[in-house]
């Protein structure tokens, strides 16, 4: 079972609307939690790091929450753009025993369509 | 260069083929890291080498997976043998710092088809 659960899968918006993409993990305890952003065709580009003692971390109109307690962490896209469809994944970095120098662990992302 | 360099970025390849895919990363940059991406998935973990040292390579799914970045910075990642289900986006990043703790800045990826 992945480690990194995002939700919904897809979802398709009006432009210029909000929407808030969710992502659930099981991993205790955690370096950081990534947001990114992925296009069609290309590779994913950050859009927020979040450590474990910060709870909020905006980039423009996206703005990154993280609640360490539930193990929660959402993504707010505000005013939506044509621009913003894409793909966006959740990393959790993952500290491990035996390998000192940890691993990410990557939800299988929210693709969004933004509409005219 | 100013990001991380990928080449091939298609390649198509007959079952059986071997071949090289080629990650130039950001200069400077401590780690490198391969990923493997199927169509609709995030990316999977294939190997990580901090300078020429590749410290973890439990991802790679078979022996025809090799990987190498002999000077500590370009790093090739080879498939012997192609089969259809190693078709797929392969994904390089690059970190300055050692680990999971900088930012990782991935290039475009290498998309490979396996006919």
């Known amino acids: 079972k992945n480690q990194v659960e995002q939700s919904p899968q897809s979802l398709i918006i009006l432009e210029g609307k909000n929407c808030t993409l969710q992502?659930?993990?099981?991993?205790?305890?955690?370096?950081?939690l990534r947001w990114y952003k992925q296009d069609t065709g290309r590779g994913p580009v950050s859009l927020t790091i979040?450590?474990?003692?910060?709870n909020t971390k905006s980039n423009g109109r996206y703005t990154a929450t993280l609640d360490a307690d539930t193990k929660q962490s959402s993504l707010h896209i505000t005013a939506s753009q044509l621009s913003d469809s894409a793909s966006y994944i959740c990393?959790?970095?993952?500290?491990?025993?035996?390998?000192?120098?940890?691993?990410?662990?990557f939800g299988a992302g929210t693709q969004v369509v933004v509409t005219p | 260069g100013a990001g991380v360099s990928q080449s091939p970025r298609y390649k198509v390849a007959k079952r059986g083929q071997d071949v090289a895919l080629r990650c130039d990363p950001i200069s400077g940059h401590v780690s490198l890291f391969w990923y493997q991406q199927a169509l609709g998935q995030g990316p999977e973990f294939l190997t990580y080498f901090q300078n020429e040292a590749q410290l973890d390579k439990s991802g790679l799914p078979s022996d025809r997976f090799f990987a190498e970045r002999p000077e500590g910075s370009v790093s090739t990642l080879k498939i012997q043998r192609t089969q259809q289900e190693d078709s797929a986006v392969y994904l390089c990043?690059?970190?300055?710092?050692?680990?999971?703790?900088?930012?990782?800045?991935f290039g475009e990826g290498s998309r490979l088809t396996v006919l």
């Open positions: 992502c659930n993990y099981t991993v205790s305890p955690f370096s950081n």
């Open positions: 979040m450590t474990f003692s910060e």
């Open positions: 990043a690059s970190s300055l710092a050692p680990g999971t703790v900088g930012e990782l800045f």
């Open positions: 990393v959790v970095s993952v500290p491990t025993q035996t390998d000192s120098w940890g691993k990410f662990q």
